[in-house]
T-cell receptor, first 115, second 109 residues
Framework: DAGITQSPRHKVTETGTPVTLRCHQT?????MYWYRQDPGHGLRLIHY???????DKGEVSDGYSVSRSKTEDFLLTLESATSSQTSVYFC??????????????FGPGTRLTVL | QKEVEQNSGPLSVPEGAIASLNCTYS??????FFWYRQYSGKSPELIMF????GDKEDGRFTAQLNKASQYVSLLIRDSQPSDSATYLC?????????FGAGTTVTVRA
């Protein structure tokens, strides 16, 4: 298994509070991604990073921000959580260019509930 | 918006049969195509990827790609109860994946 951990694994919070999710990898992969998964929608990309301090938006980035100050850590922040952000959040990593594949490997996920 | 459509499920197959999963995509710039398996409550895990037109076999799994038709499929031969899961199709473009909603497969003994 790829060395990816996510913390916390479960979180319940209230509307309007800030929340930060952490993704940590031990693979030294350049690319890191945050997805959310909701019933009927599959996995949707929130933000991604292609290096330290290099990030870009995905298709559902509104209400989320990210930071990457070290290769191994990618943080996802909900500045003011809303009930619509209740979801399962997955982190993924990849190292494009190795073996002519940009395979992404996923972390275990964080289940977030916003009341 | 990059659309990825998978055949709606759930798909129920008897043990030992072939399960056939289909996927169409809208982004002609897609370069690689991935199939992930996701058990309930777990994270997606890679089954296989394909980037050239034609067939690619890996054990009981065969992926087929037709870029002209913007179509990719996955065949699971000799289906086992452990294959019961949701299968996600994911074309890749510029190092980003677009996922379909998935097809849930149930293998009945």
């Amino acid at each position: 298994d790829a060395g990816i951990t996510q913390s916390p694994r479960h979180k319940v919070t209230e509307t309007g509070t800030p929340v930060t999710l952490r993704c940590h990898q031990t693979e030294n992969h350049r690319y890191m991604y945050w997805y959310r998964q909701d019933p009927g929608h599959g996995l949707r990309l929130i933000h991604y990073s292609y290096g330290v301090k290099d990030t870009d938006k995905g298709e559902v980035s509104d209400g989320y921000s990210v930071s990457r100050s070290k290769t191994e850590d990618f943080l996802l922040t909900l500045e003011s959580a809303t009930s619509s952000q209740t979801s399962v959040y997955f982190c993924a990593i990849s190292e494009p260019g190795t073996g002519r594949t940009d395979t992404q490997y996923f972390g275990p996920g964080t289940r977030l509930t916003v009341l | 918006q990059k659309e990825v459509e998978q055949n709606s499920g759930p798909l129920s197959v008897p043990e030992g049969a072939i399960a056939s999963l289909n996927c169409t995509y809208s982004d002609r710039g897609s370069q690689s195509f991935f199939w992930y398996r996701q058990y309930s409550g777990k994270s997606p895990e890679l089954i296989m990827f394909i980037y050239s037109n034609g067939d690619k076999e890996d054990g009981r799994f065969t992926a087929q790609l037709n870029k002209a038709s913007q179509y990719v499929s996955l065949l699971i031969r000799d289906s086992q109860p452990s294959d019961s899961a949701t299968y996600l199709c994911a074309p890749s473009s510029n190092y980003k994946l677009s996922f379909g909603a998935g097809t849930t497969v149930t293998v009945r003994a």
